[in-house]
């Protein structure tokens, strides 16, 4: 089985600080997907990327930056954490365009 | 942008009765996907559609898509507690290796 690993599952920062949130998926894939989950709002893309060093927005990339230097991993800046960045993220991959995503247990960050 | 709207938001059953959830696009849609979370945890991919007036099943599940290709819906017949929680529909717009785009869910509370 495909195996997306995100590095904490429960994250809290101080507002203003740094925050990176790591990805590592083991089976090759070439796409990888940052999404945020909030109560009422559904699944937000924040950043994807389809290959080692290339990055495409997503809906919201505000406040947010990637990086994906190796293809298995897949990292996620928030550059300045704000309050209205708490959230759970969730990290996904997927082979190619006629596959499922399978995404990572989440990260629920809590800035403060 | 383009959407899918999900409906309904909240569903809540006895166990036993049936169950359906619907999406729907105003734009054709290219393929289709659908996607379970359980309470706590992370989507899980369930199936994928791509013909138009494609059904398929998963035991107590079926999965429809429409024949204009602008809506789906996912059916489970006599529910049990384990069906317990969101399932999400996700579609492609456009050919090419876009992201999918996510439905709001659908949030399943089965009374036992």
């Known amino acids: 089985d495909v195996k997306v690993t995100q590095s904490s599952r429960y994250l809290v920062k101080r507002t203003g600080e740094k925050v990176f949130l790591e990805c590592v998926q083991d089976m090759d894939h070439e796409n990888m997907f940052w999404y945020r989950q909030d109560p009422g709002l559904g699944l937000r893309l924040i950043y994807f990327?389809?290959?080692?060093?290339?990055?495409e927005k997503g809906d919201i990339p505000e406040g947010y930056s990637v990086s994906r230097e190796k293809k298995e991993r897949f990292s996620l800046i928030l550059e300045s954490a704000s309050t209205n960045q708490t959230s759970m993220y969730l990290c996904?991959?997927?082979?190619?365009?006629?596959?499922?995503?399978?995404f990572g247990s989440g990260t629920r960050l809590t800035v403060v | 942008g383009q959407q899918v709207m999900q409906i309904p938001q909240y569903q809540h059953v006895q166990e036993g009765e049936d169950f359906t959830t619907y999406c729907n696009s105003s734009?054709?849609?290219?393929?289709i996907q659908w996607y379970k979370q359980r309470p706590g945890g992370h989507p899980v991919f369930l199936i994928q559609l791509v013909k138009s007036g494609e059904v398929k099943k998963q035991k107590r599940l079926t999965f429809q898509f429409g024949e204009a290709k602008k809506n789906s819906s996912l059916h489970i017949t006599a529910t049990q507690t384990t069906d317990v929680g969101t399932y999400f529909c996700a579609a492609w717009f456009l050919s090419g290796n876009t992201p999918l785009v996510f439905g709001k869910g659908t949030r399943l509370s089965v009374i036992a």
């Open positions: 990327s389809y290959d080692v060093k290339m990055k």
């Open positions: 734009t054709t849609l290219s393929n």
């Open positions: 996904a991959s997927r082979a190619g365009r006629d596959y499922g995503y399978t």
